[in-house]
C-alpha cells in the first residue's frame, strides 16, 4: 500500500516520516518515530492521556491521522522540560504527589500547559473543567489540580 | 495516638517516616521518560491481535485460519487447538482464586465462547494493519444458544446453563442437576434466630449494585519473546510478574525456569492486572513465527474482556434494640462471577458485618456464573459491594431509632478483642478512631442548604501479607541498591527507600529501589490485598537490619573487638560503651569502601511469607446536593479518615484514600456495564462508561488516623483498598438525607434518581 511522506516539526525539530493512511499522530508518534510519552489510554479521544500541541492547540493526538500532520509544529511531553530543568508544571507535579501510576501524566501536563498559556491565574473551577478531557483513575484529581494551581501561581511570580 | 512498638523501645522519633519525599520515579514520569507496557520495541517484533466472539454464549464449531495464514506479511495463527488442556486445579491469584482449567478457557475459549469479547484465535503480523485485516479473514462457525446476563436469571431453573460439568458446591445432599451456581458459603456466628427475636426494631431490604471496571488508564499490553532455545521472555504490565510467570509457563507447557517476566512501569491496576490475558497468547505467538510479538488490548478489548468486578444482588437484615444495640445482623448476597466460577462471595460474606462487634451473624454467598467476561479482583474486592447493603441499612437503622448514625456505630463498633464473624478476634483497629475522626471533622458540621444532604458509611479490609523477598546491596561507595519483586502502584518505591533509609540511618535518596525481574530475585506475592508497604516494606526493614549486622561485624573486624561490642546509630557504628574501646565511629561509606579488604561485598537478603497484616478500617462523609429537576446527584464535599497503622509517605496515602473516595463515587453515580439483549456490551468505552472527570469532583479530604498495627516494626497496615469500602453507601445515604427516598439501586444515575423523585410525589 502506498505510504504518506510526511515532513513536520516535533519538539522544534524538523522530522519526516512514512505512515499508512490508517495511521493515528499517536500511533506515528510512538510506533514510528518513538515518542512512546504519549500515552493510548482509549484510541477514541475520550481519555486525554494522548495530549500533544499540535500547532498551539492541544489536541487528542488518537483523533489525528499521521497524514494530517504535515507541516504542522507538534509538542510532545518529551519536549516540556528544558534541558535539565523541569517545566514548573514538572516539579509542582511531583512535589505535590500528582500522580501515582503515571499513564495520564504526561497527556494532563500537557493540557495543563495549554491551560496556563492562555489562562495565568485560573480559578480552581476552571482548572477542572479544562482538565475535565483527561481521565486519571489514581489520584482522584485533588493533588492534580493543587500543582496545577500551585504552578500557575509560581509562574505568575508569586 | 502515640506511635510505640516493640521494635522500637526507646521510642526515637522518625528522621525518614512520615515526610514527604519527592518520589524517585518521579522525575521519569513528568518527562514521559518511563517505559510502560505498551513502550517497548524490539528487532523484528511483530504485532499481535485478537479475534473476539461476537456472541454471548455459542458452541465453536469450526475455527478455519487458511486465508489469515495466507495472507502476506502473517507470520502466525493461534487458535484453541495452540493450547493444551489443563486440569481442573486451583491456583492462587490474588485476592480470587482461579482455576487453571479456566484459565486456558478464558484466555483462548475452546468449546464454546461464554462472553461478548471472548477469544477466539488470535494473529500476529509485521504490521497492526495487517494484523487487523488478518482477523477478518478467519471464518469461525458458531452455533448461537440462549445466553444469560444477570444473575437473579441465572439462578432460575429453566436458565441457560453455561458449564453442564459445574454442580453447586456447598450444599448437602451433592445436585445431580448442573447449575449456575457454583459454590454458596456461609459465615455463622451465634443465633440468628434469637438475635432477630430479641430485636425492638428490623430494617430488612434488597439491594443492587452492577458490575463496574477498575478502569485503568493503561489497558493490558505485553512484548512475547520465544527464543529458539525454548526459553522466554515476557515484558508486561502487571501487578505480579512471578503470577504471570507462573501462569505463562503453564499455559505455553514451559518451564519455569525458562520463563523471565520483566514488569513494565504499570499504568494503574487496582486488581485488574492479576490475571493474565493476551500473555500467554502472545507468547504462543512468537515461539509459532519465531519473532518477538507485541500485543496490546484495546480500551474496548479491556472493557469486553477484562475486569470487571461483580455486580451483586442482596437482600440484608438488621436488628437493634431500642437504644441502639445490634441484635443480629443477616445477608444474603448473589455476586455475578462471569463466565467462570470466582465471585468474591468469601470476603463479601466475611466482611459484611466486620465493622461491627455482633453476637448474631449469618451472611451467604453464592456465586453465579453468566454470560460476562470473567470478573477479577478491584479494590477490596467483594467488601465494597457489600458494604452499599450493609452500611445503607445501618443508616436505615439509625433513622428509625432516631440515633446520629455516627453515634448508632460508635455503640456497635468492633474494637481490640471483639471476635469477628469470620473467626479470629481483633488485635488494635481504628473502627472507633476513624467515626471520631470524622465526627469531629469540620466538614461534619457545614451547615447544608436546600436539596443538599449528608451521609456517613464505614468499611472493613482484612489487607494480607503473603510471600515476599528481598534483596538489598551495599555499594562500594556506601550508597544501597534495593532490590524488591512487587511493582509499584502508587509509590512504593518511594516508601520502601524511606523505610530501608530509617533503618540505616541514611538519606531515603541514597538507597535506590528497582523492581526485579524473575531472574533476579526470588518468589514473591501480587501487587495486590494492601499488601506491598506492609509486607515488602517489613521485609525492607529485615534486609537493612541484616546489613546493619554484617556491617557491625565489619566494624569489630578492623577494630578487632567481639561484634556484640558494636551498635549502629545514625549510619555509623560505634563502640557500644567506651570498655569497649576507644574508636572513631565508621561511617557506611567508609566500612563500604573497606568491604573488600573486610570480607567481601556486604548485603541482606530475606525471604518470608509475611504475616500479621492488620485490618484497616474507614469512616467516610459524603454531602450531595440532588437536582429535583433532572435527578443528578452532584458531590459537595467528601472526607475520608482512615486508619493506616503508621503514614510512611503521608502525601501517597492521601492519595490512596482520594483516588479510592473517587472511584467509589463513580461506582455510586454513573459505571455500570450495559448489555443489549443479544448479550453484547453496549458501552465499552469511556465516552458511555463514564468514570469520574476532574469537574465531576470538589477536592477530597482526608484524615491519616494511626492506630499502629503490632506487627510491623514502624506499625503499618496496608491502606490502599478500604477506602473505596464506604463510599456507594455514604452516597446513598447522602441522597436520602438529602431528598428522603432511599435508594437501593446503584448506579444512582440522574434517571434513576429522578424516577424516585417521581414516584414519591
Known sequence: MAKYHITAEINGDEVEYLCEPEQTLLDVLRDELNFTGTKEGCGSGDCGACTVMMNGRHVCSCLVMGAEASGAKIETIEGMADGDNLHTLQEKFIEHAALQCGICTPGILVASKALLERNPDPTETEVRYWLAGNLCRCTGYDKIIRAVMDAASEMRGN | ?761
Open chain 2, 1 to 761: 495516638m502515640s506511635i510505640a512498638e516493640a521494635d522500637r523501645p526507646e521510642g526515637k522519633e522518625f528522621k525518614q517516616i512520615g515526610k514527604r519525599i519527592k518520589r524517585p520515579d518521579g522525575v521519569d514520569k513528568v518527562t514521559g521518560r518511563a517505559r510502560y507496557g505498551a513502550d517497548l520495541n524490539l528487532s523484528g517484533m511483530l504485532h499481535g491481535a485478537t479475534l473476539r466472539s461476537p456472541h454471548a454464549h455459542a458452541k465453536l464449531i469450526s475455527i478455519d485460519t487458511s486465508k489469515a495464514e495466507a495472507l502476506t506479511g502473517v507470520k502466525a495463527v493461534v487458535t484453541r487447538d495452540d493450547f493444551v488442556e489443563q486440569p481442573d486445579e486451583m491456583a492462587a491469584a490474588g485476592e480470587l482464586p482461579v482455576n487453571y482449567m479456566h484459565v486456558v478457557r478464558n484466555v483462548m475459549a475452546r468449546e464454546k465462547v461464554l462472553y461478548d469479547g471472548h477469544p477466539v484465535a488470535a494473529v500476529a503480523a509485521t504490521s497492526m494493519t495487517i494484523a487487523r485485516k488478518a482477523l477478518k479473514l478467519i471464518e469461525v462457525e458458531y452455533e448461537v444458544l440462549p445466553h444469560v446476563i444477570e444473575p437473579d436469571e441465572a439462578m432460575k431453573e429453566d436458565a441457560p446453563i453455561l458449564d453442564e460439568t459445574l454442580f453447586t458446591e456447598g450444599v448437602e445432599p451433592k445436585p445431580t442437576k448442573p447449575s449456575n451456581v457454583s459454590k454458596i458459603v456461609k459465615i455463622k456466628k451465634g443465633d440468628i434466630e434469637a438475635g432477630f427475636a430479641a430485636a425492638d426494631v428490623i430494617v430488612e431490604r434488597t439491594y443492587h449494585t452492577k458490575p463496574v471496571h477498575q478502569g485503568y488508564i493503561e489497558p493490558q499490553a505485553c512484548v512475547a519473546s520465544y527464543s529458539e532455545d525454548g526459553s522466554g521472555e515476557l515484558w508486561v504490565t502487571t501487578q505480579g510478574p512471578f503470577m504471570y510467570r507462573s501462569f505463562t509457563a503453564r499455559l505455553c507447557g514451559m518451564e519455569v525456569s525458562k520463563l523471565k517476566v520483566t514488569p513494565s512501569e504499570m499504568g494503574g491496576g487496582f486488581g485488574g492486572k492479576n490475571n493474565v490475558y493476551g500473555e500467554p497468547v502472545a507468547m504462543v505467538l512468537s515461539r509459532k513465527s519465531n519473532r518477538p510479538v507485541k500485543m496490546v488490548m484495546s480500551r474496548g478489548e479491556v472493557f469486553r474482556a477484562t475486569g470487571p468486578t461483580s455486580g451483586g444482588h442482596m437482600t440484608v437484615k438488621l436488628g437493634a434494640t431500642k437504644d441502639g444495640r445490634i441484635t443480629a445482623g443477616q445477608a444474603d448476597l448473589a455476586f455475578q462471577a462471569g463466565a467462570f466460577p470466582g465471585a468474591p462471595i468469601g470476603p463479601a460474606t466475611m466482611t459484611a458485618f466486620a465493622c461491627y462487634d455482633l453476637e448474631n451473624v449469618l451472611a451467604t454467598g453464592y456465586d453465579v456464573i453468566s454470560n460476562r467476561p470473567k470478573v477479577a479482583a478491584y479494590r477490596a474486592p467483594g467488601a465494597q459491594v457489600i458494604a452499599f447493603a450493609v452500611e445503607s441499612a445501618m443508616d436505615e437503622l439509625a433513622k428509625k431509632l432516631e440515633i446520629e448514625p455516627i453515634d448508632l456505630r460508635m455503640q456497635n463498633a468492633a474494637k481490640e478483642g471483639t471476635k469477628a464473624a469470620y473467626g479470629p478476634v481483633f488485635g488494635p483497629i481504628g473502627m472507633e478512631e476513624t467515626l471520631q475522626a470524622i465526627k469531629d471533622h469540620p466538614n461534619y458540621n457545614v451547615p447544608l442548604g436546600p436539596n443538599q444532604g449528608r451521609g456517613v458509611a464505614s468499611g472493613f479490609w482484612f489487607n494480607i501479607g503473603g510471600e515476599t523477598s528481598v534483596t538489598m546491596n551495599l555499594n562500594e561507595d556506601g550508597t544501597v541498591a534495593l532490590l524488591v519483586g512487587n511493582p509499584d502502584i502508587g509509590g512504593s518505591r518511594a516508601s520502601m527507600s524511606m523505610m530501608a533509609a530509617e533503618e540505616l540511618g541514611i538519606e531515603a535518596e541514597d538507597v535506590r529501589v528497582s523492581i526485579a525481574d524473575t531472574g533476579s530475585l526470588g518468589f514473591n506475592f501480587l501487587s495486590a490485598g494492601s499488601r506491598t508497604t506492609f509486607a515488602v516494606g517489613k521485609t525492607t526493614i529485615n534486609a537493612a537490619r541484616e546489613v546493619i549486622k554484617e556491617m557491625k561485624a565489619r566494624a569489630a573486624k578492623i577494630w578487632d573487638i567481639p561484634e556484640d561490642a558494636v551498635v549502629w546509630e545514625n549510619g555509623h557504628a560505634r563502640p557500644a560503651s567506651t570498655n569497649a574501646g576507644d574508636f572513631e565511629p565508621l561511617s557506611i561509606v567508609e566500612i563500604a569502601k573497606k568491604a573488600s579488604t573486610t570480607g567481601g561485598p556486604i548485603s541482606g537478603h530475606i525471604q518470608t511469607n509475611v504475616t500479621g497484616a492488620g485490618p484497616s478500617l474507614a469512616t467516610e462523609a459524603v454531602d450531595v446536593e440532588v437536582d429535583p429537576e433532572t435527578g443528578q446527584v452532584k458531590i459537595l464535599r467528601v472526607t475520608v479518615a482512615q486508619d493506616a497503622g503508621k503514614a510512611i509517605h503521608p502525601s501517597y496515602v492521601e492519595g490512596q484514600f482520594q483516588g479510592a473516595a473517587a472511584q467509589g463515587i463513580g461506582w455510586a453515580l454513573n459505571e455500570e456495564y450495559i448489555y443489549d439483549e443479544n448479550g453484547r456490551l453496549d458501552n465499552p468505552n469511556f465516552l458511555d462508561y463514564r468514570i469520574p472527570v476532574a469537574s465531576d469532583l470538589p477536592m477530597i479530604d482526608t484524615v491519616i488516623v494511626e492506630v499502629p498495627n503490632p506487627n510491623h516494626p514502624y506499625g503499618v497496615r496496608g491502606i490502599g483498598e478500604t477506602s473505596i469500602v464506604p463510599v456507594m453507601a455514604a452516597v446513598n445515604n447522602a441522597i436520602e438525607n438529602a431528598i428522603g427516598i432511599r435508594m437501593s439501586d446503584l448506579p444512582m444515575s440522574p434517571p434513576k434518581v429522578l424516577k424516585a423523585i417521581d414516584e414519591a410525589k
